[in-house]
């Protein structure tokens, strides 16, 4: 019998293998989800090349994808250096809100009158421009990459916080009442069901942060930059600004892009790691 469901599953699988291989590659499954933002992206950039050169567009009005790219690699050693400067600030905020994160959102859930008296708080610095409160914290802060650092936690903190606190307070009241009769005790109840939980929640968090952590290191750097001191990818924008050099202002703007949907593609990975094989939306 066993010989028999080894054979059936084997020929199902040979089956599926030559009909993937007969059919085009466009009409795979996900191939054609896959293709479809890229060649958006291409046809996007064509309209945009054809039109500048077209039009005869200056180049410190609009540059050309070329002029981008061809700026870009010119100035890469500058870009480049100042793109490790503005990551170094991004990760060390992402990191540190992230920690501080899941501990406030530990604490609000062991103590719903601690939640009702912080939780407002935490809605006040989510509510309150970065760009307001960069200046006093520069001030403050003597050392000028904690400042940064600072800055940028104050923006990618809320999402943790909200994420997980919500994700630890939805657990099926079945299961909790299940592990009270098993007279579990409150930090087996946390770590072996309000955690994994919480998980989908968290890594939900983590994706809104890693924007946000990148978004406020930028805003920093342009405060920062205003005042004379920087080394980012900002205060390249802001140089490249004064001196009218347009297509390096594009470049250094597509570096942040990019940097930004690279963080977002890697919290995805983590997330379907961390997911995978038991929860609903990774199975």
Not at 145 to 157: D, S
Not at 188 to 205: D, H, K, N
Not at 236 to 261: C, D, H, S
Request: glycine share 8%.
């Amino acid at each position: 019998m066993t010989g028999d469901v080894l054979r059936a599953h084997s020929t199902r699988r040979a089956k599926t293998l030559r009909d993937t291989q007969r059919t085009p590659l466009l009409q795979r499954p996900g191939m054609a989800k896959a293709m479809a933002p890229w060649l958006v992206g291409v046809v996007f950039l064509a309209i945009w090349q054809g039109w500048c050169v077209l039009f005869k567009v200056p180049s410190y009005l609009v540059p050309a994808p070329s002029a981008i790219l061809g700026q870009l690699i010119q100035d890469a050693p500058l870009l480049f250096g100042s793109l490790l400067e503005t990551l170094k600030i991004t990760l060390l905020a992402f990191a540190l809100a992230t920690v501080l994160g899941v501990i406030i959102a530990l604490l609000f859930v062991q103590s719903p009158l601690i939640e009702a008296s912080l939780f407002p708080y935490a809605i006040l610095l989510q509510v309150t421009p970065v760009v307001a409160i960069a200046p006093l914290i520069i001030i403050w802060v003597k050392d000028m990459t904690a400042a940064l650092v600072l800055c940028a936690t104050l923006v990618a903190l809320f999402p943790i916080i909200s994420n997980t606190a919500l994700g630890l307070r939805s657990v099926n009241p079945g299961l909790i009442n299940l592990f009270r009769i098993n007279h579990a005790t409150r930090w087996q109840t946390l770590v072996r069901l309000r955690i994994p939980s919480a998980l989908p929640y968290f890594f939900g968090g983590l994706r809104i942060s890693s924007g946000l952590s990148l978004i406020g290191a930028v805003v920093a750097e342009f405060v920062a930059g205003t005042g004379g001191s920087g080394a980012g990818l900002a205060y390249q924008i802001l140089q490249a600004g004064f001196q009218l050099n347009i297509p390096r202002l594009f470049a250094a703007l597509l570096l942040i892009t990019v940097t930004g949907v690279v963080l977002f593609g890697i919290t995805v990975w983590v997330s379907r790691i961390g997911l995978r094989g038991w929860h609903d939306s990774q199975l």
